[in-house]
Structures are given as structure tokens and as C-alpha cells.
């Protein structure tokens, strides 16, 4: 049986330097995947450095699933094609949320993670107590692509009663 444990609100910022998969460039969107849940954001026409800032929510429950990321360029006459995907492990991140860290100073960071071949991270990538909350900025490669990167930032949403905060 599953657990709720919160919401994470994943703001998917922008695409830097995305495959062309049409003439004048690319019409790209976001399709975000966790367990059985699927949330896509706005196509951005013609544009392979999109900027979104677009807020997705979704429901973690234990156990843990990684959150798939999938960018499709969107056709209008034949299938969207693919233009690469990536993955986040939210583990330690929800281990982070899981510690009691009020009475921090603001821009305290909690732990830093670091590229390597078992994720898709790009850069280091900090999770920080930030204004009474839990914040880490995220830059994903993109895997099964020729180039493209995706800026994200996950936020914890508690639920009253969920994890016993």
C-alpha cells in the first residue's frame, strides 16, 4: 500500500540548447512522469531555448519513483518526435524534507549532489533551506539526444498529517 507523503511542485524553467527536429527549429514540451502520474507543460513554438516557468504538482507516496522527464518537439500532421529525457532520483531530496530544519539560516545548504553516470545531473546541484522552505535547483542532460539541457527547481508542498510534520 502506498503513503502520501507530500506534494512536490517541480517549476520546469527553461531548455537550453535543444535538438532541432524541424526546419525552423523546434515546437518543444515537457511530458513529467512519477509512478502513475503524467503532467505535461505548454508547447513552445519555434524555440530551442524555451523558457516555461511552469509549475507541475505531483503526489509522492512511498515507495519512491524517480521522476521521468520526456521532451517531445509537437507536430502538427505526424507524431511529436522525440528530443530526449531524463531522470530524477527524489530520494535525497524527500530525506532532506524529512529533518527538521526550522531555526536554519536562509540559504543554508543541506546537501550538495554531484554528476556522475547513475543520474542525468549537469552540474552540481544544491538542496537549500530557503525562505522556511526545502528548494534545489536542478540542470539535467539529456540522455538519447545529440544536445539539450532542462533547468528545473523542486519545492515541497507539506500536507497536514503526511510524514508527521
Known sequence: MEHMLGLLRVRVVRGVNL???????????????????KLKTSVKKHNVNPVWNEDLTLSVTEPLRPIKLQVYDKDT???????????I???PFVEAVKMNFSG??????IKT???????????????????DMIVQDVVLRLRNVESGELELQLNWINIPGALGL
Do not use: H
Open 89 to 91: 532520483d527524489i530520494q
Open 77 to 87: 500532421f505526424s507524431r511529436d518526435d522525440k528530443m530526449g529525457d531524463a531522470e
Open 113 to 131: 549532489l554531484t554528476p556522475n553516470r547513475q543520474n542525468c545531473l549537469a552540474d552540481e546541484s544544491a538542496i537549500v533551506w530557503k525562505d
Open 19 to 37: 535538438a532541432y527536429r524541424d526546419a525552423r527549429g523546434s515546437d518543444p514540451y515537457v511530458v513529467m512522469r512519477m509512478g502513475g502520474q
Open 104 to 109: 536554519l539560516p536562509n540559504g543554508t545548504i
